[in-house]
């Protein structure tokens, strides 16, 4: 690989430490904080309650059915950090980024399948998503977005064509320019240059970074900066090795190594790479590494415990498992769904350490020297209220977000966040 910039070589492999915070169990009775005014962990009886970019929810998976303001939504860390190589960032994926609960099927059909998601590829991206799994076949004289049995689409599996969720991802980078998105394509399109003539239809084909200047032997890819410049902000993988030569899409496995996905990826203690993936610890050919977190069977009302400690202990195996190369993507299921913190505060304690040697993003100092940490203290819960214990449910809301995310009849989330002291490369 190529020298570290501003002092990353520095932040050598050292001890991977993952400490759950230990709340106790009984809180006295006092007044909470409401208006808009409460913070992660803070209880809370209505979306209003919570400051921006929070909800209110909890987690009945995990036990916890008070309910509590929690993250929704990412920190961005160019935001931060930014003129870094491209794959010194981590970002958050979707998996299966289309298949979003109550989307409506087929005239004429009913769905007969599995979700993911629980909002639009849109709210997604404003949310701080910046990497779309998305399933892509021919189907009904398109390309669709569909599940699949065997390979193929049905009506009953299918949501919609593919140019539609592509316009979306056109209209945030029109509206966002300094933001990148990649775009990881499990590929059954078998019509002649169909994909490369998609992305055209859609507007994408002038942000689309070119094949020809990907890094293919572990080097650094340009930095965000350079990306934003040259406006190459969208990067599309294929799981076709022949598409990188016949349409000019990157081949996947050329440029990233991945961890298997499904329940061999969420196992406790194992990170085995994909089949398809070189070994994870392979740094001389593909420098970005994708981190697949996602049983083979969706369950919105246990992701919410998955996404906490299990999570953050997960990112350590695979750190370990990859000679100590931060993932750059972490995929998941309902991203949303935690006990406070989640998925977002997960990515923080990722990039901090590769951005700034710090434990957390939140506590980088930009222009400051390399490990020039603010303090950050911990969210800590607060005391219970009388009258709000149960389970909250209903809509998935932000008090003042961009739009509403509708989750219906799905209970959302709650309770302790995990320190995580994870570690860099």
Request: hydrophobic share 35%; charged share 15%.
């Amino acid at each position: 690989m190529s020298a570290c910039p501003k002092g990353l070589c520095r932040a050598v492999p050292v001890v991977l430490h993952l400490t759950l915070l230990l709340l106790s169990p009984s809180f006295s009775i006092s007044s909470s904080c409401s208006n808009g005014n409460c913070q992660v962990l803070d209880s809370c009886s209505t979306a209003t309650d919570c400051a921006t970019g929070l909800y209110c929810g909890n987690c009945p998976a995990a036990g916890k059915t008070h309910p509590i303001c929690t993250r929704g939504q990412a920190s961005i860390p160019t935001s931060i950090i930014n003129g870094l190589p491209f794959n010194k960032y981590t970002w958050l994926v979707t998996h299966n980024s289309f298949s979003i609960v109550d989307a409506p099927p087929l005239p004429g059909s009913q769905r007969l399948t599995f979700y993911n998601q629980e909002d639009s590829v849109t709210n997604q991206l404003r949310n701080g998503v910046r990497g779309l799994m998305l399933d892509m076949y021919d189907f009904d004289n398109d390309i669709w977005l569909c599940h699949s049995f065997r390979g193929q689409c049905f009506n009953f599996t299918a949501f919609q064509p593919a140019i539609n969720t592509l316009k979306e991802v056109e209209a945030f980078l029109s509206q966002n320019p300094t933001e990148i998105v990649t775009i990881i394509i499990e590929d059954y399109v078998k019509t002649p240059k169909a994909l490369s003539t998609l992305f055209a239809n859609a507007g994408l084909e002038k942000y689309q970074f070119p094949v020809l200047k990907m890094p293919k032997k572990g080097e650094d890819w340009p930095t965000v900066t350079e990306m934003v410049q040259e406006n190459h902000r969208l990067l599309v993988f294929t799981s076709v090795a022949a598409k990188e030569e016949e349409e000019g899409v990157a081949y996947q496995w050329r440029y990233m190594v991945e961890n298997e996905s499904g329940d061999p990826g969420v196992k406790r203690g194992s990170c085995p790479n994909r089949k398809e993936s070189q070994p994870l610890a392979s740094k001389s050919s593909s420098s970005l590494f994708l981190m697949n977190y996602f049983p083979t069977y969706p369950v919105e009302r246990e992701a919410c415990e998955a996404h906490s400690a299990p999570l953050a202990e997960m990112v350590g195996t695979c750190l370990k498992a990859s000679g100590n190369r931060m993932p750059n993507f972490l995929a998941v299921n309902f991203y949303m769904r935690s006990d406070g913190g989640g998925v977002f505060e997960v990515l923080d304690r990722m990039n901090g350490p590769v951005l700034c040697g710090c434990s957390t993003i939140s506590a980088c100092q930009p222009g400051a020297p390399f490990g020039s940490c603010k303090n950050v203290p911990l969210p800590t819960r607060t005391p219970e209220t009388v009258g709000t214990s149960g389970t909250f449910s209903g809509s998935v809301q932000f008090s003042k977000s961009l739009s509403p995310i509708h989750s219906p009849s799905h209970i959302v989330l709650f309770l302790s966040w995990l320190p995580l002291a994870i570690f860099m490369l």
